[in-house]
């Protein structure tokens, strides 16, 4: 009982984050992407910066903007754009997690009641498409029609993987496959853009911006894995987020795919019965996660992220190195360290 | 009884429409802008070229890109870049239509059960995103970063519109400023700025640029005016059309924005009682007609319609004498003749 307690706690005790010691790194400039997104959320229209203040205000770590900001830093860009850039990019994650929020009515976004049930779904997809829009606005402001190419992609393949993942609901038929495309488009896209858009404003090689893409890729894919394993995991409820969110949902994620794939005979009743029939009662979370420890679903998940967390580590190859460089690593095993 | 029955047989009797001859103009234009649309919609997830197609293959008549299109051949462009625009504002008219679908619930669009009501609010939404998306990667294939800008403007105010018309549901307190900025925003913005980049595309003089920014604008707002008031006219029924769909969601447009205005001390608790509580029988909506009608509000919506119109065409004073001028002015009187 003498170990940390909270996941605040465990950071305490062993220093800071490494996001933290990232976000140090870089505070001058993300202070000015603040103010500037904060700047920009404004309109006319009350309920816009009211609503967009509640999720961006929520005490997100502003991981994907930060992204941006390092790779630029790291690239040697002197200029002032790659902070617009970074506005944009938080923007964009915003407005899909607002429309994440109206089609998912999930109750809890960063502990915080969702923008969906507090204003409805009408001012949340609304809200969304205007800070969607402010994210163009923003990228149009820095001239460069080669990051504007690669976030409006992003932005697409987003879309893409959040369809692609409706049939991930109550449809035991998942596959692994099917399940790492959405992952890769949803989540892994942004951060992928995020990076390379930031490398790509500071003007450095080809091998520097593929670097820095590979590595905000497969750091968004271990995070994504690392995400969809809390939800099965009693580490989740210390940092304040709920558990069980995407069982609830009858979502086919990693630890789900991989604990029906490898069921035993007698138990394919009870996964048929909470997946595609939804039908589930208080109890049946603790016997799925039971099923997931004892299969080794979990153990099989974390390792997969860990491996993708690896990859991104060494995509970093190309940068000489630095704080910065250091600091990005240490945030890929840190994605996979937080679960433990 | 030996007038004409129906849109189709009037437009038949009286000869070819100028949306037609428009786009007997621009038809080379317009079939590969039709293409464009076709090849970019497309997407390795099935169901978004189904939704989407939904909506795009209904029938509309692409007022906006032709807007676009028209504008660039007035300008003398010689280029390949305006159907790339075009498809773009095709796209980003489709997916604030899907938006819209999601959140007003609307059974009917253009005539067809909603896309919403089909799939459900959750692939609207994200489909939706996907189109504004690829309008994006089309515009910045354009290489301009001036027409970016402007759209990028125009769909933040489009969103800023849809948050403040949500004001205007069992709201009798709604003004005509609040319905008139509603409108310029909501609908009339996209009209502009499909005319303004197409314009500024082909490089002519600011005074042409803004001349046709002021077309598309004032064009926008009667055609939007005209639609409201359709809503509370028998003709609408011949165009395929519901009546009253703005009536039963209680939203306050111009025809009732007057009405309540003029209205008899009687008269106040009918529309208190189907506005403000929504509480409505079958028989309010005749009474509501006849209420709109006996106060003058129709007339009075169509007459400030046919002012809108006549400054859109005004504005074309800075075009020389063409086919492609003649037909745009004409669509400003259709645009009001329509109704009658």
Redesign the interface.
Known sequence: MGGPTTLQEHIHQAGVSPVERLHALIAADMATTDRLIHARMT???A??PDLARHLIDSGGKRLRPMLTLAAAQAGGYTGGHHVRLAAAVEFIHT??LL?DD???ESALRRGKVSANLMWG???S???G??L???A??L??ET?N?AV??IL??A??V???G???Q?KSANNLGVTEEHYLKVVSSKTAALFAAAAESGALLSGRSDEFVCGLRAYGENLGIAFQLVDDALDYSGRQALMGKTVGDDFREAKMTLPLILAHARAAEGDLPFWKRVIETGNQTERDLDRAITLIEQTGAMQETMARARAYADVAKAALKVMPDSDIKRALADIADFCVERAY
């Open positions: 309109s006319g229209v309920l816009i407005a899909t429309h109206v089609v998912d779904n009408k001012p997809v609304l809200v498409d205007f969607f829009s402010r163009f606005q990228m149009v001239g029609l504007l190419d409006a992609g932005a697409a987003i879309a893409e959040e369809v692609m409706l």
